[in-house]
Nanobody, 121 residues
Framework: QVQLVESGGGLVQAGGSLRLSCAAS????????MGWYRQAPGKERELVAT???????NYVDSVKGRFTISRDNAKNTVYLQMNSLKPEDTAVYYC???????????????WGQGTQVTVSS
């Protein structure tokens, strides 16, 4: 199994920046991709950004040009650099890993505990 621990959330004014970190530990056969999701009150959890094992990235349209996902394989850590933050970015941000366990042929999702990001206007 994979354990994911997020950090770096906080309170920031609109236009400011935050950098989220997600440290992964544990054992699986293969991690297909990792990403960041967010969930605001009253809304469904949405995909923010993903990065594959090969380094390809994708972003939801609303954060393109403002957020950057990256990884440090040596540290087993994924980052989300968030610039030009807007109040609508306020949410709990969750780290996600899509991985294939040793004892299954079906990939599964692993989730961190979430970190709160609040952007004031």
């Amino acid at each position: 199994q994979v354990q994911l621990v997020e950090s770096g959330g906080g309170l920031v004014q609109a236009g400011g920046s935050l950098r989220l970190s997600c440290a992964a530990s544990g054992t699986v056969f293969r991690i297909n991709a990792m990403g960041w999701y967010r969930q605001a009150p009253g809304k469904e959890r949405e995909l923010v950004a993903t990065i594959t094992s090969g380094g390809s990235t994708n972003y939801v349209d609303s954060v393109k040009g403002r957020f950057t996902i990256s990884r440090d394989n040596a540290k087993n850590t994924v980052y989300l650099q968030m610039n030009s933050l807007k109040p609508e970015d306020t949410a709990v941000y969750y780290c996600n890993a899509n991985a294939l366990p040793y004892d299954s042929s079906i990939p599964r999702n692993y989730w961190g505990q979430g970190t709160q990001v609040t952007v004031s206007s």
